[in-house]
């Protein structure tokens, strides 16, 4: 198989893929899914206490990526401002949790440097989302449990379906300059599995309205997808393969969870608009 570029599609290119990166891919995603649902299914406070550790790696990983020499101090009041939205979120106070983001993001501008101040800003931004927006989604007593479930599954078939549509059919590529191996095939084939598997997950739910989740489960696929060609064009900004090397496979946790982060906090908008902060799952879910 020397000399053949996975890249250009067909047969050939995904046996290709196959025998690089992908049994290392299949390994970390057999052991990070698991664990993720797992905690869901815990409970609200083991699930926040997850994903804000996952949200101090992810500010870590993009501070290490964009702050350059402004990284220590903008590092420090970064995690200071997380583990005290962890405290606020653990006590159900995601308005004084969004309040204190804020009051860090000011803090951290001050502390950066003029050319890279909307960088290290934008990352505890970023942070703050991937810890608060499943956080308060499974806040919800009723619908938590089901909405995580529902955009987990979205997000992972949206990937996994991507990956390989993409590698085994080729075709126009999604955004070369970005990210070069994306395809549009790719794209609709990884829609077309969040889209079933949303609706699959509603289905077992006992949801009734299976055309209004597969909307939002459409909406949420093309979020995931968003995400990930955003962290795509951060990385390739600052001339970087991988944001990190703590997931074999998968580069850093920012790489894992790119997709992730934007579809969870697309999915709360949802369900907020429609259940307010206080059941924002059942706003998700029930149509």
Same mark, same amino acid.
């Given at each position: 198989?020397?000399?053949? *570029? ?38 609200a406070l083991p699930f926040a206490l997850f994903w804000s550790a996952a949200a101090?790696?992810? +500010? ?19 995690? %200071? ?47 703050? &989302? ?6 308060? +989604?499974?806040? *919800? ?11 987990? %599954? ?33 794209? %609709? ?11 699959? #997950? &509603? ?29 795509? &064009? ?30 969870? #906090?697309?999915?709360? #908008? ?18």
């Amino acid at each position: 198989m020397a000399g053949v *570029d996975p890249a250009n599609g067909g047969f050939a290119g995904l046996l290709a893929a196959c025998r690089s990166n992908l049994g290392l891919r299949i390994i970390s995603s057999l052991l990070l899914a698991p664990l993720a649902l797992a905690v869901a299914y815990a409970g609200a406070l083991p699930f926040a206490l997850f994903w804000s550790a996952a949200a101090l790696i992810v +500010l870590w990983e993009w501070d290490t990526l964009v702050c350059a020499h402004d990284k220590q101090p903008v590092l420090i009041l970064g995690m %200071v401002a997380l583990a005290g939205t962890t405290l606020l979120l653990a006590f159900d106070s995601p308005g004084m949790a969004a309040a204190l983001i804020i009051l860090g993001m000011f803090g951290v501008a001050a502390l950066s440097s003029r050319t890279r101040r909307a960088w290290c800003t934008l990352g505890l931004a970023y942070a703050a &989302a991937l810890q608060m927006a499943p956080t308060i +989604l499974r806040s *919800d007593p009723a619908w938590g449990f089901t909405a995580v479930v529902f955009l987990f %599954v979205i997000v992972w078939g949206t990937d996994i379906a991507a990956y390989f549509t993409g590698r085994a059919l080729g075709g126009p590529k999604l955004w070369s300059q970005i990210s070069p191996n994306k395809t549009w095939s790719g794209a %609709v084939g990884g829609a077309a599995a969040g889209i079933v598997g949303g609706i699959a #997950v &509603a289905r077992y739910a006992g949801v009734s309205d299976l055309a209004a989740v597969g909307a939002v489960a459409f909406a949420l696929s093309v979020a995931a997808q968003a995400g990930d060609l955003a962290e795509s &064009a951060v990385k390739r900004r600052f001339n970087a393969k991988d944001a990190g090397t703590l997931l074999p496979g998968h580069g850093g946790l920012m790489d894992r969870v790119d997709g992730f982060l934007v579809a969870a #906090v697309v999915a709360l #908008v949802i369900g907020a608009a429609r259940g307010g902060l206080g059941a924002p799952a059942r706003g998700l879910m029930v149509w």
